[in-house]
DNA sequence: TAAGATACTGAACGAATGTTCAGGATTCAG
DNA sequence: CTGAATCCTGAACATTCGTTCAGTATCTTA
């Protein structure tokens, strides 16, 4: 690799790091590409070099989450026997990777603004599915195994997955126990709620 | 009453009533004092002749959704005889009202933002506190009367919010009906997640 | 009915924001 | 070593937004 290369890479990851950082805490509108520079010491001009524009880093960084978060999922996957310990691994996954899951406020937010291309809102579209579906099969397995009741699989997909975004937002601003604390009781809840 | 306070009066909820459609909508920021007039009619200056500024009428909503929410609660509490049917009471005022959480996307997202007034920061502080504490409540009911199990009605508390935030943001974009079964399928699992 | 209070208008302003672009610096290929 | 490709800069631009204010219309009061 080139040393040109090597240092395109690393800006971009350099900016790629601040911008997820800042729309984690400060969400998509908030966040200016000023911020950015502030945070990366990189110009104007440049951001504009490496990304299309402000929507073309949110979607990438959105892409770049999943993409990741697939990968470090599909290693644990392996040790779990029952769909009870998915799940938990699924919430402390949730809790340790960032204390933010991708569906957060910033996407939320980025989803009811108006100008947003037609492809980005595809993806958009396709991302969501692809949540539900992997909690659908998550409840599904249990309800092969005998472990949860059988029922309505699609319907409790869109609960986890509203209770996994309201956690997050719920423990945006509480401590690393204190947030591992609420998730572990939410799903122990929500276990109890579909066991058999 | 002036035909002057009336009039007065009138245009305050109207421009009230449009604001809250759109901050749900939209959210906070992505909500302009010229999305504003536009849906009102109103000119800019006559919102700032009412209300003191943006986040004023911002918190001016808040106070009132408050107030108006926890009026209606207490007509109907008197009408539910255990804690489950609260649960699922509370649950279905929360569609039907405005298919929104208070606490929602807009609010965290205003909370997030950096140049608040410290009073103003106060009072949301409170309003989470308080709704944290009504949620402890309703659980220790249950618990006291031997519905839900003992244990940690704070965590739980935490728990229930979490779920009710995540689920005004799933069910957006969703229609009533939809929208009433998510949320009667998510109070199911919960009940039962703490039920003896 | 006259004077004052109240309700409202809309142009103007300053600050902030996303994006562009002409050009400079650094590295690569021949 | 030289020209081209790549990486990067920062000033400039066009918009948008919250807020203000001088002035007008309407209503109240005495």
Do not use: C
């Not at 980025?110 to 991302?127: C, Q, Y």
């Not at 195994?145 to 986890?160: H, N, Q, W």
């Not at 945006?172 to 609420?182: E, F, I, K, N, V």
């Amino acid at each position: 690799m080139n040393k040109k290369q090597l240092q395109s890479e690393q800006t971009r990851k350099r900016v790629a790091d601040a911008a997820r950082q800042l729309f984690v805490q400060k969400g998509y509108k908030a966040t200016s590409i000023e911020d950015i520079t502030d945070a990366t010491g990189s110009s104007k001009g440049n951001i504009y070099y490496h990304f299309k524009s402000k929507e073309g880093l949110f979607i990438y960084l959105l892409d770049e989450w999943d993409r990741d978060w697939i990968a470090k999922w599909q290693e644990k996957e392996h040790h779990y026997t029952s769909a009870a310990e998915k799940m938990y691994g699924f919430a402390e996954q949730m809790v340790r990777e960032d204390l933010n899951h991708p569906l957060t406020k910033a996407v939320d937010e980025f989803f009811v603004g108006d100008d947003k291309t037609s492809d980005i809102e595809e993806r958009l579209a396709e991302m969501v599915a692809n949540h539900i579906s992997f909690n659908r099969s998550l409840i599904q397995q249990g309800i092969d195994s005998g472990e949860f009741k059988p029922g309505d699989a699609e319907g409790l997909a869109y609960v986890l997955e509203a209770l996994v975004i309201g956690l997050s937002q719920v423990s945006r601003r509480a401590s690393l126990q204190q947030a591992l604390d609420t998730y572990r009781l939410a799903i122990d809840v929500f276990l109890h709620g579909i066991a058999t």
